[in-house]
């Protein structure tokens, strides 16, 4: 177990190393130096035994952090904002806005963050006419994805919004088992209809499980 804060050396604690030796620092130092305060070390260990693992963080929520003795609101908002920066980052690739050339370039973007989710979500990449990125992801439904409860204008309106020349969509699959359902390729055939009369392309449509994805398009799912 860590000693307390206070116990330790300047050079030994977590905001210390994080300024000097970031790449030597454990996880639990880098959510010590995040959460702060004199019992960074202590909070950090139970947020992670909350979570189960640090890649837990990606998909946790705010009750995730406010369920942990001794985590207010502002601490948890701090942590919150760690991850969405973190997920805002990964789509980015040294200033530039990434090109989508392949499914392989928008799973690059969307796996890390997707793959290990535990409710299903629909997510949009908005794309100009050289299909680069217009943005972040945009999350547009969460839970239960019943294909019919789907408005396919709602799809097309954060596009038209842009101006993007396309979009791609992905969602994942809580299963792990990224095999499209027919409800998924129903839902992909409406996409691809519904861009042609806004002049917006469906680019693609991906789906994702755990280290792995489908693309409907180069499957020929829904593309017709």
């Known amino acids: 177990m860590k000693p307390t804060l206070n116990a330790l050396p300047c050079r030994e604690r977590p905001a210390w190393r994080l ?9 639990l130092e880098v959510l010590a130096a995040l959460i702060g305060g ?5 909070l950090a260990q ?23 003795e001794g985590i207010g609101p502002v601490t948890a908002a701090r942590l919150l904002a ?15 806005r990434p090109v989508i050339r392949s499914p392989e370039d928008a799973a690059a973007l969307l796996m890390p963050w997707m793959q290990d989710l535990e409710q299903e979500r629909l997510v949009l ?3 100009d006419t050289r299909h680069a990125l217009l943005g972040g992801p945009i999350e547009l439904y969460k839970g239960s994805l019943n ?17 993007a020349a396309a979009i791609l969509a992905a969602h994942n699959h809580p299963s792990n088992d990224p095999t499209p359902s027919p409800e998924d390729v129903s839902l992909t ?3 691809v209809e519904a861009g042609r009369l ?20 180069a499957r020929g799912l829904g593309f017709s």
């Open 46 to 68: 139970s947020v992670l035994g909350r979570l189960g693992s640090i890649d837990a963080l990606a998909r946790a929520d705010p009750n995730d952090f406010l369920g942990v």
């Open 125 to 127: 990449l908005l794309l």
């Open 147 to 163: 294909t019919s409860l789907i408005r396919v204008g709602e799809v097309f309106r954060a596009g038209i919004r842009a101006n």
């Open 38 to 42: 004199s019992r960074q070390f202590e």
């Open 189 to 191: 055939k409406a996409m």
């Open 19 to 27: 300024s000097y030796q970031p790449e030597n620092c454990t996880s």
């Open 82 to 96: 760690a991850k969405e920066l973190g997920k805002r980052i990964a789509t980015q690739h040294n200033g530039d």
């Open 198 to 217: 806004v002049d917006i392309d469906l680019l693609d449509h991906l789906i994702i499980g755990h280290g792995r994805y489908v693309s409907l398009k």
